[in-house]
Nanobody
Framework: QVQLVESGGGLVQAGGSLRLSCAAS????????MGWYRQAPGKQRELAAR???????YYADSVKGRFTISRDNAKNTVYLQMNSLKPEDTDVYYC????????????WGQGTQVTVSS
């Protein structure tokens, strides 16, 4: 199995920056993609950013131009650099990893709180 350990969340003022890190350990050889989801109370969990094995990236429109996802394959670590943070970015952010298998396997971190004050 895969274990995901997140770090970097916290409290920041609007316009500030944070960098989230997620380190994967365990059986990581077949991980196809890693990404960051976020979820506010009463809201659906949504994909903020994802990077696939070929370094193809995806960004939600709400974060495009402000967030940057990157992946260090040697360290099995994914990062989310968050700049120009807005109060609406306040969410619990969950690291996610996907294995292409049968069935597809998904792994989740415990979540890290990001709070952006106005």
């Amino acid at each position: 199995q895969v274990q995901l350990v997140e770090s970097g969340g916290g409290l920041v003022q609007a316009g500030g920056s944070l960098r989230l890190s997620c380190a994967a350990s365990g059986s990581t050889s077949s991980i196809y993609a890693m990404g960051w989801y976020r979820q506010a109370p009463g809201k659906q969990r949504e994909l903020a950013a994802r990077v696939s094995s070929g370094n193809t990236t995806y960004y939600a429109d709400s974060v495009k131009g402000r967030f940057t996802i990157s992946r260090d394959n040697a360290k099995n670590t994914v990062y989310l650099q968050m700049n120009s943070l807005k109060p609406e970015d306040t969410d619990v952010y969950y690291c996610h990893a996907r294995k292409i298998s049968y069935p597809t396997l998904d792994y989740w971190g415990q979540g890290t709180q990001v709070t952006v004050s106005s």
